[in-house]
């Protein structure tokens, strides 16, 4: 299976030379591709890539946007959405070949959510993320989703909002009766955020956001408490 793994970017030009270093050693080419799609004003994120065989693509801002923009240009046979601060395992590929060759009746699949920090409240965050997405087969962005090109096709890809998109396509593929696997290996997320506005804000933050969401208040109006 070839693999074409998209990264949304947003201001990420410092750090995005060794985070693309760590994603070709995992996905190599020519079997696989890495494709960059920018939504930042001026499109600085792509001006700062120097590595060989990432395909580059510019967007208007909205990771929803801008993961369909790089999936109608992929070629490869499966998707993987990839956060500019994850990092996948190093058999990732085959762990994800091996799920979708032996399951042809799935759609696609996520990792279990790590994050790269041992403080204990972020240990139990990992943890009830994992419970949560485990139960309810809704994995969220974090957790590194992929599915073959062909469902996400099918299905129309993200829905074109400016926050909770993985979660809507989740549910929506959940509600259509498709399947999907969420392997227990782990994609280890960065904790920068959690570092930034505090374990506790951002924590609560989230699920407010989450609720909020699920009781029908509109994702434009949901963006607003995210940034």
Known sequence: MNISVIVPVFREAKTINAFLETVQAVFPAPGNEIIVVDGSPGWDTLAAVTLPRVKTIRSGRGRARQMNRGAAV??????????????????APALIASLLSGNPDLVGGAFSLGID???????????????????????????SIFMRKTCFDRVGGFRD?????????????????????????????????????????????NWLIRLLYHCGVPADRLAALYR
């Not at 419970?131 to 309810?136: D, E, K, Y």
Request: net charge positive; hydrophobic share 35%.
């Open 74 to 91: 992929a070629k490869g046979n499966i998707l993987l959405f990839l956060h500019a601060d994850t990092f996948l395992p190093g058999d």
């Open 117 to 143: 920090d041992d403080r204990i409240p972020l240990k139990v965050i990992e943890w009830s993320g994992n419970l949560r997405s485990r139960l309810t087969r809704v994995p969220y962005g974090d957790q």
């Open 161 to 205: 909002i400016p926050i909770m998109e993985d979660l809507e396509l989740m549910t929506r593929i959940r509600k259509q009766g498709r399947r999907i696997h969420i392997l227990k290996q782990k994609s280890f997320t960065s904790s920068r955020r959690w570092k930034k506005e505090g374990i506790a804000a951002c924590t609560l933050r």
